[in-house]
Structures are given as C-alpha cells and as structure tokens.
C-alpha cells in the first residue's frame, strides 16, 4: 500500500537527484520582515505531495505543519516578491527563493544556505508540479485514495482493519453505517485475518471506485468479450456525443486512453480506456477546440470584450487593505488584459500607487511597472491596457513616464500602428504591446498624431478621481480638507504616452452629425452605466461599436465585493473591471466568460453588438437575427470525491447541485436537485432538468455544488462556468473548480446533455 501511493506520484523521478535532496530534507532561512530571519527544516514527504515544516509554535496542530505540492501555483528564484525584494537584498539571489501559493496564504520567502541547495529546491519542486500536473484523472484518483489509505492506516503496518477502513470511508467523504462498513470488509478479507492487506485492498479499492453509471453506457456499445469496437466508438461519439469527426476522432481516442494492449491493438476500447476518455480533456463539458484562439482576432480592439481588473493593486478590502505587486502578478496570470493604477506623489520624487484618502498600503509605481514587464504576456500574447488614475504633480508626472518609457521599451505603445487613424487596430496587431489610458492634453487634439502642439509644457485638464466617489467618512473628511479641486495640471511626456485611449468625461450618445473621435473612451461608475443600458440599451451598443467603455464598481463596495457584469457586457461595454481579489458568483461568471478563446483575456461580441445598424435591445427582445433558439436539456447523474468542507474528521457533505443559467433576462434561471445526504464521495441524483434559451450567444451556465445545511446557510464546495457556447453535448465530466478557481485534483459531476433547436 505504502510503495503504491509513492510509486504513482514518484516513480518517473526516483532516480532523480533534486527528489532525493528534498525526500531527505535541509534547513532554509525562513524571512517574514527585516528583523525576523529565522531558520526551519523542510522535507518532502514520503508521498511525494506534501511538504513538512518545522514549527516553533506552541500548540500548532500537525496538519498545520504540512502543505500540499498542489496548493503551490509558483516557484520563483531569486529577489521575485515583494518580502524579498524589501528583506534581502544582502544575500545573493542565486540562493534565494520563493512559494507562492494558490490560496490567500501569504508567500513564503526562504534562504537556502547554498547555490546548489537552492536549486534542489527551485528546480525539485518544478518537477513534482510538472509530474503532478500530467497525471491523468485516474492516476489522480487512485493517488488521492492511497493518500487517504496511509492516513487510515494508523500503525504502519500496510493492514486495514475494520477500524481503519471506517476512519478511510470518513477521510474520503462517505459515511457508511456499521453494517455495510463490515459487509465490504468480510467480502474483501478473503484470506479471514481481520485485516485486509495487498490485493484484499486492491479489490477494496476496486469496489470504491465502481462507476456503474459509466459501465452501463459502456455496455450498451460493447460487445460479450468487454470490448467496444472502434466502429461502435464511432457510432457513440455520433450519436451520443454529437461529435462531427467521430471517423476520425475514435481511432486516436482508442491510441490516447486506452491502457490495455490487446485492446489497442485490435482497435477497440475496455471499460477502463472509456473511463478514460470520459474522464479526459476529450470527455470535459468544456469544448477543447475553445481552449485554444479561434476567433476572429483581426477586428477592432471595440469589437471585443476585455478581461479587466478594477484597483488591481489591492489584496483585499478598499479602505485599509495591503497594496501589493503580487497583486497584479495575479490578475494577469489569471488571464486580465486591462489593470488599473492610481498614482500619488511619494517621497524621494518616486511616485507611489494606494487608493487614495484611505488606509490602504503604498506600493511604488516603478515597481508595478516592472511587474507589468515580466508578466503581462506569459498567459496571453494579447495587449494589455494600463488604466491610469493620475494624482500627481508635474514633476512627479514626468517621472512615471520615464518609468514606463525605460522600463517598457518596446513593449509600451507610443505610435499609431500601420499609420491607422480611423478606428481601433485589433489585438492581433497589438500583440506584445502595451497601452496605456489615460488623459490627454487638449491641444495635442489628435493621439494618433496629427494636430499635436508638441510646444506644449503641461495644463490643467479634468481630474477624475473614483477614489473620492467612496462612500466612508473618513474619506469624505479628507477629500474636504483637501479642497479638491476639479482639474489637474497634466504633463506632456504623461499625455505622450497615451495613444488609443483618451480618457474623456461622457457627456450622452454623440450626435450622428458630429462624430466623436474613436479614440475617446469613458469611464462609468456601475450604477451610471446599469442605468444607460436600462433605459437607452440600443445607442449603448451602437456607442460601444466604435467607443471602449469601462465600468467600475459603485464606491459603496469598500468590502471590494462585485457587481454582475453580464447587463453590461450584453450592451457591448468591453473593459467591465471587477475585483479579481473577491471570490464569488461574479468572479466564477466572469472567469467562465474568459476561459473562452483560448483563456486570451479577448472574447469577440457576437455579431448583433458589432453590426452598425443592429437593433439589439437586451432588455426588450424582438424578432431579428440574434441567433436561433435553443432548448437545454441536462441530467445530472453522479459526482464524484467531492471534498471536505469542515475538516472535522466526522463531518461529511450532504451534496446539491445548482444549475444557474446568466445572460439577458428571459433566459437567467435556475434549478436545483434534491439533497443526498452524508456521501461527498459517490453520491448519485439522476435529476433531469430543462431551460429554453433565448439568446445562446450571450447566455453562461454555472453548475455549483453546496453542502446543505438546514440551521445556516450552506457552505460553497465547488463550481465551474462556462459559455453556453461552448458547451459539449454526450455524457461528460464537470471539473469543480476552488472558491478561488483553481480546479480540483479529482473533483468532477458527471452530466449528460442534449442541445436541441427550438421550433
């Protein structure tokens, strides 16, 4: 039992010198500020996916000691966080390193006491992750089983006794009452020692797992022999799966999943390599084709929706929060194309990014920049937008523009591309660019480069401050005192940098006869913009064809929570900017939206908020080419290893599911299956349900699994989110996502779906 768990998480490395190093442990200088640099032991664990850290605290519970090779999203050498580029600056960087976790935990800043020590680590880890991350579905499960098995096997002795399976059926999530516990345990322990070992735990292990919901579809295809030929493959993708190139696609789905060799080589699929499948990228509810760029990326940049990030510098709350640089480190690893900076004079000349009048934490402006550097394009090509929220004065002003100059280079947008002064170029021509919004002095008329005044020093122009919009007190004492004024004095090198996005006030849909320039984009709080797309959502469509538009949330949201931004995308509004700090179903929709296109940060809008004589209104929806109606016909069958919510070995879920539909009006929904109650492991509810959709293109499907409790409210256990579009029909596998989005190891909904016109 022992050898297995390790063997499938580390047997392609046993050799391996970074794995010994770690499997046997070093001390590491752990660093939390200037004064604290305090030295701990750290080793990987036998199961090759924890890690185990000395503590010196009092009272510190052993699993608060471990931490999982999965929670880690990055690795970084050398001086690459904010902790270690304040905190040690004095030791080399080849022997510094840092762990950045998925979660909301803080980073953790180590010192290895040599080069090749810090390699071991640096280089050790990126291969576990790397090892973990192509496991598939199965090889990921029956890891997490063994896991669960070592932890139940509380002697060591590679036995099971009754005991311990029924502290394993609780470890995994299922609660089984004393009887059944001893029916399994009797069935398996064939040998009669009251203690299953070797293969009495494989065929535990075999019955656990048992999909029968899956054999039963298999069996229907197969033939007497447990063999499904490639020619029944092709009739099941056909008919049941909806997939046009079933031809094609079942012999390299027989060569890609098929684990039995016999079976390979007759062309012909078994029970496990159909698991498999459906288990696999090619079995996801996600369409695959859609996880890479396949849209049209050659049309005006107003012509796509833009994953954006409102305040990106803030970690959590807008009034006393920290600021931070891993902050947009983040945002832009997790696929955002426009992030927001609000700038301030800070001492030493060095202008700094908070959110003004509060007590959020200061950040340096040269360092969000370096950030913006190294990280805007290791998710996606495609540009990214700098939003510029300017509070500084003229010297300072010069400042910042030298900082996105030098440190930028090439990156930073600073001429018209191809001479183009009409409209937008698209993202395909900005690739590896950078652009930067903000305002423009009023006789340089032109950004694009005609009409420019280039004599011109610096004027006032219209200050627009969301900061002061907040609604707190103390911040309203503060903008008082201030005596703040309505204009700022703007520096020409600042205004030079602007190109494409002009910041102007909105002053109403522009008159037909007196075009405004397309380069002209406004800001709108959300209250302002839900409001436009309420009563005039037509001209907004019309206004979003040729202008950018971004929102922001209402200043009441200081706990940074977020608003829905599905009404202003179906209007056209691109850069809707939310709080990629706050968790929740705003952030799950918003996400969902953008792992379309290749998780590009660009979605294009359908063609009816693209066409210049459309009559869309999302809220009064008549007869016109919006797309053809579709009805939505989804079963939910079974889930499987649902985690824990309440850590509490005793506690086990009582699982529902939720299908949420978001888009315009008419089509948001939702329904719900009955409770099952105490298993989190195999639970099964064979619930079916229907919803018509009225305009597919712009509608999103959530599926969310709770943990039901009938005194409180009940505790989110996963999600996930996708365009209706991209939708796949056929029996498939929902991968649930974290509260954070962050997908589960082997956490997964099996549905089944039929997508039909409506007459």
């Known amino acids: 039992m022992e050898s297995n768990g390790t063997f499938l998480a580390c047997n392609s490395l046993k050799d391996d010198k970074d794995l010994k190093f770690l499997l046997k442990g070093s001390q590491l200088l752990k660093v939390k500020s200037g004064s604290w640099r305090k030295e701990r032991f750290y080793k990987l664990q036998e199961d090759c996916k924890t890690i185990w850290q000395e503590s010196k605290k009092m009272l510190r519970?052993?699993?608060?000691?471990?931490?999982?090779?999965?929670?880690?999203?990055?690795?970084?050498?050398?001086?690459?966080?904010?902790?270690?580029e304040k905190y040690a600056k004095d030791v080399p960087e080849y022997r510094c390193f840092s762990i950045i976790f998925k979660d909301q935990r803080k980073t953790l800043d180590l010192i290895a006491s040599s080069e090749d020590d810090a390699n071991h680590w640096i280089s050790g880890l990126g291969k576990i992750i790397a090892h973990s991350n192509s496991m598939n579905q199965k090889q990921k499960l029956q890891h997490w089983i063994h896991t669960c098995l070592r932890k139940a096997d509380k002697n060591k002795d590679n036995k099971m006794s009754l005991k311990e399976l029924k502290n394993f059926l609780k470890e995994?999530?299922?609660?089984?009452?004393?009887?059944?516990?001893?029916?399994?345990?009797?069935?398996?322990?064939?040998s009669q020692t009251e203690a299953l070992e070797d293969d009495e735990i494989e065929e535990f292990y075999k019955i656990l797992t048992e999909r029968k919901e899956?054999?039963?579809?298999?069996?229907?295809?197969?033939?007497?022999?447990?063999f499904m030929s490639c020619q029944n493959l092709v009739r099941f993708l056909y008919e049941t799966q909806q997939e046009e190139d079933a031809v094609v696609a079942a012999p390299a789905l027989i060569q890609r999943y098929e684990p039995n060799e016999r079976a390979k080589r007759g062309n012909a699929m078994t029970k496990d390599g159909f698991l498999m499948y459906l288990l696999s990228d090619d079995g996801n509810v996600f369409n695959p084709s859609h996880r890479k760029v396949y849209q049209d990326m050659t049309q005006p940049l107003s012509h796509y929706l833009v994953s954006s990030s409102h305040?990106?510098?803030?970690?959590?709350?807008?009034?006393?929060?920290?600021?931070?640089?891993e902050a947009y480190i983040r945002a832009l690893t997790k696929g955002c194309r426009c992030v927001e900076l609000d700038c301030w004079d800070g001492p030493n000349s060095e202008p700094v990014i908070y959110h003004g009048y509060t007590l959020t934490s200061k950040i340096l402006f040269s360092d969000v920049i370096k950030a913006i550097k190294n990280y805007a394009f290791k998710t996606s090509p495609y540009p990214v937008i700098i939003s510029l929220e300017n509070h500084c004065s003229v010297e300072q002003q010069k400042v910042m523009a030298q900082h996105m100059t030098t440190i930028l280079q090439d990156m930073l947008l600073v001429a018209p591309v191809d001479g183009n002064k009409s409209q937008f170029p698209s993202p395909e021509q900005l690739k590896g660019k950078i652009l930067v919004k903000g305002k423009k002095l009023s006789r340089q008329e032109d950004p694009t480069g005609t009409n420019g005044n280039n004599n011109l020093e610096a004027e006032d122009v219209s200050d627009e401050d969301e900061a002061a919009e907040i609604e707190d007190e103390s911040v309203k004492t503060k903008i008082q005192q201030k005596g703040k004024s309505d204009t700022l004095k703007l520096a020409k090198e600042l205004s030079d940098t602007v190109v494409y996005c002009k910041s102007v006030h909105f002053n109403g849909f522009e008159d037909p006869s007196h075009p405004r320039a397309f380069y002209e984009m406004s800001s709108f709080t959300e209250s302002?913009?839900?409001?436009?797309?309420?009563?005039?959502?037509?001209?907004?469509?019309?206004?979003?064809?040729?202008?950018?538009?971004?929102?922001?949330?209402?200043?009441?949201?200081?706990?940074?929570?977020?608003?829905?931004?599905?009404d202003l995308w179906n209007v056209g509004c691109q850069i809707v900017a939310l709080n990629f700090q706050t968790a929740g179903t705003e952030m799950d929709v918003y996400q969902g939206r953008f792992q379309d296109n290749g998780?590009?940060?660009?979605?294009?809008?359908?063609?009816?908020?693209?066409?210049e004589q459309t009559k869309f209104n999302p809220k009064s929806i008549t007869e016109g080419t919006w797309g053809t109606k579709k009805k939505l016909l989804l079963k939910i069958i079974s889930g499987q290893q649902l985690p824990k919510v309440n850590k509490s070995k005793n506690s086990i879920v009582d699982p529902k599911v939720t299908v949420e539909i978001h888009g315009v009006q008419q089509d948001n929904n939702k329904k719900q299956t009955k409770v099952i109650?105490?298993?989190?492991?195999?639970?099964?509810?064979?619930?079916?349900?229907?919803?018509?959709?009225?305009?597919?293109?712009?509608?999103?499907?959530?599926?969310?699994?709770?943990?039901?409790?009938?005194?409180?409210?009940?505790?989110?256990?996963?999600?996930?989110?996708l365009p209706f579009t991209s939708l796949k029909q056929g029996y498939r596998h929902i991968h649930l996502l974290t509260k954070n989005g962050d997908p589960y190891s082997s956490s997964t909904i099996f549905v089944y779906i039929d997508i039909q016109d409506c007459d």
């Open 599 to 611: 998780f590009s940060g660009y979605v294009l809008k359908p063609e009816f908020l693209r066409d």
């Open 214 to 226: 899956i054999d039963n579809i298999f069996q229907k295809y197969s033939d007497g022999e447990g």
């Open 311 to 325: 305040n990106t510098y803030l970690m959590e709350d807008q009034l006393t929060g920290p600021s931070s640089t």
């Open 677 to 721: 109650e105490n298993n989190g492991f195999n639970p099964k509810w064979d619930e079916e349900f229907t919803f018509d959709i009225e305009i597919p293109a712009l509608a999103l499907v959530r599926f969310v699994v709770e943990d039901f409790d009938m005194s409180t409210k009940n505790d989110f256990i996963g999600q996930y989110t």
């Open 172 to 190: 995994v999530n299922i609660e089984v009452d004393d009887y059944h516990a001893k029916q399994i345990f009797q069935h398996c322990d064939k």
């Open 528 to 566: 302002k913009a839900l409001k436009l797309a309420q009563e005039s959502g037509t001209s907004f469509i019309h206004h979003n064809i040729r202008h950018l538009s971004r929102i922001y949330p209402a200043g009441w949201r200081t706990d940074s929570s977020n608003y829905n931004p599905i």
């Open 61 to 84: 519970s052993p699993e608060s000691q471990i931490f999982s090779i999965e929670d880690i999203r990055d690795v970084r050498s050398g001086h690459k966080t904010e902790g270690m």
